[in-house]
């Protein structure tokens, strides 16, 4: 069972979205060639800022996932005077890293813009720099995460415009939207991806279509192949796992390992944050991406499933600014690992270099690993021995349901321990729902909803998220009563931690490797070694 909240934290139950979030509807066909996807995004903002302008992240032009090509053919609304690419680092041969939609008069906060945007992305078989990339083709199998313009969008602070870089990791900011998809495909394919699945319909042109919801999406997965599926319970979450010919493992095994990394992670962490997650197993040999409600597997490394699963919190609730502060949610996913074996190498601490900097601040990929995975973890599991662990998981707990479903910065975290004003929400707090319930796993038969006449209307806000549902709840333990600091024991070194330019993160790390600095060491990460070659292959 998880750990409660530190007494004194502010929520007792986990909050809800903001009620105001961004709507997303996505209209997307897979062509027949397998390589190709066409759609129409429509986007409905409610800014908490005045805008006078609209930006877009295109993800699959970054020069990682060279070869990838996403691009705008048109944009429209009643507001909108025109668009156009700016490049910020986008990969040659690409038209831009971002796009940007040009508003008539400034939008004050409070009212809605909306616009549609007309998109192409054209993926490529080739092997991509980022070696396992969000984005692929392969033999019975395609896929694409961010394959379409991404709202860059942060309440309380506007417009994310980080630029592209070599490293190959996420730069996006996203906010979670009630996010609806539809997507055509060739009749013989299944597909999965983010959000709850409906039943697929047949078409008069011999396709069929697929439709989900995702209340709370921040990025959107689709994959789409020749799948086994398999679906399991894992304590109210429904977890479909999809295998190809000829995988190691079955589409059974797959599942099971999921559910009982959440089960695991759960236990740590609290209630898994979505009612469905999706897992395609699309390679052998490669690494992890993270979305909401879903993730793509290249291998199916136990550690690897850990890995992923824990961005679900990581990133898929508590979001970041994955360029901004790539650590906080990959050195939590990678300390999270730990939950499950126990292993940490603490070793990682005496890595030379700061945990906390942005995307753009490392040499090289190797750099960026050591320090934003091995030596993050490293960091988290020295803070928690130095602190205690129940102070420090009811510490993290706070963290995690007072930062639910709002994009959290280093501080917000620093605050989570005690001090005043710990767990303070960050703009663009949403209400607090009924209850969640735990159940144990079991199997279940996957839901066959009829779809109604012509599908589900895209662009239009899904109903309110009731009692009972997830992704708020109420939580357990105290809420009132001093907030305690994390303390050192006896013995350790206090240590100033920083992350890029916001204040204290951790304190009461062991070794004289911090997050803003130490000595030279080798590179191993908290996970065992096998997991460190999954990750170098594309673990996000």
């Not at 508003?103 to 007309?118: H, I, M, N, W, Y």
Request: hydrophobic fraction near 35%.
């Amino acid at each position: 069972m998880a750990p409660p909240p530190a007494a004194g934290c502010p929520v007792t139950e986990r909050a809800a979205p903001d009620p105001d979030r961004p709507v997303v509807g996505l209209d997307m066909r897979l062509g027949d060639d397998l390589r190709t996807v066409t759609g129409t995004e429509t986007v409905a903002l409610t800014p908490d800022l005045p805008v006078d302008e609209m930006w877009f992240r295109l993800v699959p032009n970054a020069p990682q996932s060279a070869g990838h090509r996403l691009t705008v053919e048109s944009v429209r609304g009643d507001l909108v005077t025109g668009g156009g690419y700016v490049d910020e680092g986008a990969a040659p041969g690409t038209p831009g890293g971002l796009y940007r939609v040009d508003l008539r008069e400034t939008v004050p906060a409070g009212q809605t813009v909306s616009v549609e945007l007309d998109f192409r992305l054209r993926l490529t078989a080739e092997r991509t720099p980022a070696g396992f990339d969000r984005l692929g083709v392969d033999d019975g199998v395609t896929w694409w995460g961010s394959g379409f313009p991404l709202l860059t969008w942060e309440p309380g602070h506007g417009w994310a415009q980080d630029p592209m870089v070599e490293v190959s990791g996420e730069t996006t900011a996203g906010p979670a939207a009630d996010t609806r998809i539809r997507i055509s495909v060739p009749d013989d394919l299944v597909v999965l991806m983010s959000g709850d699945q409906a039943e697929p319909r047949a078409t008069a042109d011999g396709r069929r279509v697929w439709e989900s919801s995702d209340p709370v999406a921040r990025d959107v997965l689709v994959a789409v192949g020749e799948f086994d599926t398999a679906t399991v319970d894992a304590g109210g979450t429904r977890v479909t796992a999809g295998v190809l010919s000829g995988a190691d493992s079955s589409a059974e095994e797959l599942a099971e390992t999921t559910a009982e990394a959440i089960e695991v992670l759960e236990g740590r962490f609290g209630p898994f944050p979505y009612p469905t997650l999706a897992v395609p197993l699309v390679g052998d040999g490669g690494g992890g991406e993270e979305y909401s409600s879903a993730f793509v597997l290249g291998d199916d490394d136990p550690g690897l499933v850990v890995h992923e699963a824990a961005h679900m919190w990581f990133y898929g609730m508590v979001g970041n600014s994955q360029f901004r502060d790539p650590w906080l949610d990959e050195a939590f996913a990678t300390f999270a690992e730990t939950v499950g074996d126990g292993h940490t190498d603490a070793d990682d601490l005496d890595r030379r270099g700061a945990v906390g900097g942005s995307m753009a601040s490392f040499d090289d990929q190797d750099e960026y690993e050591a320090l934003v995975y091995g030596k993050g973890a490293a960091a988290l599991a020295a803070a928690r021995e130095a602190a205690g662990e129940q102070a420090f998981d009811e510490a993290v707990r706070c963290y995690v349901e007072s930062q639910a479903w709002t994009i959290a910065r280093p501080e917000d975290l620093a605050r989570a321990p005690g001090g005043p004003g710990a767990c303070t929400r960050r703009p663009g707090g949403g209400r607090r729902p009924g209850p969640t319930g735990r159940r144990g796993r079991r199997e279940l038969s996957r839901p066959a909803p009829d779809a109604p006449e012509g599908g589900t209307r895209l662009g239009s806000r899904p109903p309110a998220v009731g009692p009972g549902q997830r992704p708020g709840g109420p939580l357990q333990g105290p809420a009132a009563g001093p907030v305690p600091r994390l303390r050192p024991r006896l013995g350790s070194r206090p240590e100033l931690a920083r992350g890029g330019e916001d204040g204290v993160l951790l304190r009461g790390v062991r070794r004289t490797g911090s997050l803003n600095g130490g000595g030279r060491g080798s590179f191993l990460s908290s996970s065992a070694g096998h997991r460190r070659a999954a990750r170098r292959a594309g673990r996000g």
